[in-house]
Structure formats: C-alpha cells, structure tokens
C-alpha cells in the first residue's frame, strides 16, 4: 500500500483557509454522482479517512498520490513541478443546502517526479457528538482540467464506531484500506487512551452470490456468533503489532455491549483485482446456467474452463477477448467500489453493476441510492433502488429493492453477454 509516514501528515499552516459560518447551497442528493462509479472520470484514489479524536473534534485525514498529479517542467529551474488544491466541505446531508464548514490548503511538489510516493494532509473538523455529517472532498490539479470530488460520511452517532479507530502500516502509515492483505503488519489505534483490550470477533463465511433482481427470496439472516474470539492487549491506546493470519473479517470492538467496531477484512489474494484462475470462474454465475456453472466447478482445469465457456459463447477469439476484459473490468471495479463484508462482485450493487455497466445516472438521499441507464425523463429507462442495511460491519452494505418488472430486461441484458 501506499502509504506515507504519519511524520509527514500535514497539520494545517498559513496555507489553509477557514471559511466560517454556514453557506447555503444545492443539495448534494439533486446532483448526478455517477462520476464517482466511472474511474475515468476521477484522476485519483479516493483514499480519505475520518477520526475522532474528542467527542466534539474530528480529523479528516486524505492521501495524495503524486503519481496521479501532472507536473510539468519549470524552464527557468529546469524542474518538474506540480501543484494542488485541497478542499473539503462539511453538511448536515445529502439533503441539506448549507455548508457549516468548509476549508482548503494549497500545495504543490517539486521532489517526487516519477516517484510512486504520497504525502496525507489533515484537516481539524468541529464535529459535536451525537451526529451525522456529509463530507464533500475535492482535490483540484492545477495542471489539469477538472478535479476528483468524492464523498465521506462522518459518522458520530456513536463513540464505538469504525472511525474511533486508526490503522497504521509498518511504516507508521494510515492504512485507508478496509481490507488488509494476509501476512501484512498493522496496528490499531484508539481514541480511548485507558483502555486494555480490544474484543476481537473473526468470521469465516461462505457468502453467496447476490440473487438475480427479480427474485423475491430473503436473504438469509445473518448469524452473529463469531467462528472464534480473542482479546488483543492495548497499552496508551495503541495495540502491538497484528497480522491476519487467516481469510475472513476481523471485528474489533472496544467492548462486548455494542456491535459497533472496527472490521478489516482479508480477502483472497491480489485483492480488489483478479489474480487466480477461481477468480475469473466465480463472477460467470451470473450469466450461467446452474448446469454450465456446475460443469465449471467440476473441470480440475478451472483456468481452461474458462476459456472454453468464454469461446463457445464469443464464437470467435477476438470477441472473446473483448467479453472478457469487460466483464472482468467490471468484476474489479465493483470489488473496489461496494466491497463491504464480502467481495464487492457478490453484492447487490457488484451484481447490477457487473451485468449492466456503469449506470448514467446516480441519486443518492440518506439510506438510499438510485441507478438509472437512461434518462431520468424516460419512462422507459431501467431503475434500480439500492436501500443502506444497518450493518455493524460496515457502512458500505446496500440491499437491492428486488421486482419481478426487472425480469425481462435482467434477461435480455445477460443473453447479450452470450451472443
């Protein structure tokens, strides 16, 4: 990961500007957001993170990538250089028209040309518990046209939650990650300096693939009893180091009474992208038959497996190739946008995103989130309604409002990946 050294996290100096006082402006919930689902259209990572340090202060803390910022050579100096602007806004909400804070830093780099290296700026946030908060994010390449804008929930509706805690690498680097590779060191920090343990809950579960949009099934209730528990000693608010020694989610809470916590996931390798040959058979059952998607699980040779199914449904090699870089596309994409608990591809989100492509449009309200391929105008444009779960795992968990009217067009839109 990269990740820089919490020495060279920037406290805000003379180059931040604070805004004061609330602004009104337009609710975030009436524009369009599916820029934030098109990697094209965002030029960097959206690696941010939110802590709180008192029950009325938070930090946001964000990572520049410089490889991900343009420089361009001084002709006086002869160095190459580039320069940013760092900017956040704090709401209410997706639905609130004013601003109660806004601040920016300007900044720029003349040192790490080339170099794959990032820098974390900080920013102080009055934030009063118990509350919740919208942060719009937005970083700006002068060199560029166009910014990246993203958005955080600030979550203070508890003193328990995932943002009671930071996770730092070997190197004393924010980890901005949810998901932590096997064999990798961390440790965890809290914003409760007397405390002596942290409660540990690991589960191994076999999640299965998100149901077709038209099924009325239930999803079956999730089972809290943890596969094991162990306790992880902390001195000063910091635990030692820890290593994730086997695949599933790790649940760190500050005590057994609340379900809210810290998750850190271990996912399989190469994570969020593709790296083994059951990775590329796993995601195909949503466009096969049980029968086809048995046949691939039963052959001793998944890699050629694959290939097999993906030829005799292209006919030819060369779509072939084109079905399978955007199919998989998809799969990587949607693990790096909805994972939550489980792998971003078997979500809901994962699943409509996999068959149908980046949506044309996204709405998002408090709890709820709307896709539409087409135009919002157009009686005919296919919807899709995604509704938060409360999750204690994570924040990122979205449920399909499933319809039997998506039938026909669920489909017709998985037999045009087979022809």
């Known amino acids: 990961m990269r990740n820089s050294p919490v020495k060279i996290i920037l406290k805000l100096s003379v180059l931040l500007v604070l805004a004061a006082g609330c602004k009104a402006t337009e609710k975030v919930s009436l524009h369009n957001l599916a820029y934030l689902y098109q990697a094209e259209k965002q030029f960097t990572e959206q690696n941010s993170w939110v802590y709180h ?11 520049v990538l410089f490889s991900n910022l343009v420089y361009q050579k001084d002709p006086y100096t002869g160095l190459y250089t580039c320069s940013y602007r760092l900017s956040y806004k704090l709401s209410a909400g997706y639905e609130s028209k004013e601003t109660l804070q806004s601040s920016f830093l300007l900044s720029g780099d003349s040192l790490n040309y080339g170099k794959n290296t990032s820098i974390v700026h900080s920013f102080d946030i009055k934030a009063k518990y118990p509350g919740n908060y919208l942060l719009e994010i937005t970083l700006y390449d002068f060199n560029r046209p166009g910014g990246s804008t993203w958005y955080l929930d600030l979550e203070k509706s508890t003193m328990m939650g995932k943002q009671n805690f930071l996770v730092l690498n070997r190197n004393s680097g924010l980890i901005f990650k949810d998901y932590i590779p096997e064999g990798e060191q ?30 009325e099934d239930r999803d079956p209730v999730f089972d809290y009893r943890p596969d094991s528990a162990f306790l992880i000693p902390v001195f000063n608010g910091e635990t030692g180091w820890i290593m994730l020694d086997k695949p599933g989610f790790y649940h760190f809470r500050k005590d057994t009474i609340n379900r809210a916590g810290l998750t850190l996931y ?25 029968k086809e998607y048995d046949t691939l699980v039963d052959n001793s040779n998944v890699k050629a497996a694959v290939d097999d199914f993906w030829l005799k449904t292209a006919r030819t090699p060369e779509r072939a190739k084109n079905l399978i870089q955007k199919y998989y596309s998809n799969v990587e994409e949607a693990n790096l946008y909805f994972t939550s608990y489980l792998e971003g591809w078997k979500t809901d989100r994962g699943l409509i995103y996999i068959i149908f492509g980046k949506p044309a449009y996204v709405y998002r309200s408090k709890g709820t989130e709307e896709w539409i391929y087409g135009e919002p105008q157009n009686r005919s444009s296919l919807r899709f309604t995604f509704v938060q779960v409360n999750n204690p795992f994570t924040d990122n968990d979205y449920m399909l409002l499933r319809s039997p009217t998506l039938k026909e067009p669920w489909f017709i839109t998985v037999q045009s990946w087979r022809r």
């Open 53 to 63: 340090n008192t029950d009325s202060t938070s930090t946001l803390f964000v990572e």
């Open 186 to 215: 961390f440790k965890v920090i809290t914003d409760q300096t007397d405390l002596k343990f942290l409660f540990v809950s690991y589960y191994q579960r076999d999640f299965p693939v998100a149901r077709p949009p038209y099924t």
């Open 266 to 290: 271990n996912f399989p390798e190469g994570f969020p992208e593709i790296a083994t040959a059951d990775q590329l058979r796993d995601p195909l059952r949503y466009i096969t038959t049980r």
